[in-house]
Nanobody, 124 residues
Framework: QVQLVESGGGLVQAGGSLRLSCAAS????????MGWFRQAPGKEREFVAA????????VYADSVKGRFTISRDNAKNTVYLQMNSLNPEDTAVYYC?????????????????WGQGTQVTVSS
């Protein structure tokens, strides 16, 4: 069982930045690929970014490419999402997720464990 706890959300003006963190309880954290997803009110949960267990491979949704950066620190059992140039369309609850396979995927159903989410609100 893996427990994931997100933090770092909040209210920011358009054009601003936030960094989300996701702390994992698993001693074998480095064996999991990690992903970030988001869900806006009335919309389905959508893929944002993913990173392989080693950190060598990353993948991003087109909507955030060039603005968001996913990274991980296996020594700290933590994955990060640096979000720059935020706009109101980025407003959502952001979730981190862990995938027992080592590779990256945007497929939501591939992820085995989920955090409780952290709210990000971008004002115009």
């Amino acid at each position: 069982q893996v427990q994931l706890v997100e933090s770092g959300g909040g209210l920011v003006q358009a054009g601003g930045s936030l960094r989300l963190s996701c702390a994992a309880s698993a001693r074998t954290f480095s064996r999991y690929a990690m992903g970030w997803f988001r869900q806006a009110p009335g919309k389905e949960r959508e893929f944002v970014a993913a990173i392989s267990w080693s950190g060598d491979n990353t993948v991003y949704a087109d909507s955030v490419k060039g603005r968001f950066t996913i990274s991980r620190d296996n020594a700290k059992n933590t994955v990060y999402l640096q979000m720059n140039s935020l706009n109101p369309e980025d407003t959502a609850v952001y979730y981190c997720a862990a995938d027992r396979s080592p590779s990256t995927t945007a497929r939501r159903t591939a992820y085995d464990y989920w955090g409780q989410g952290t709210q990000v609100t971008v004002s115009s």
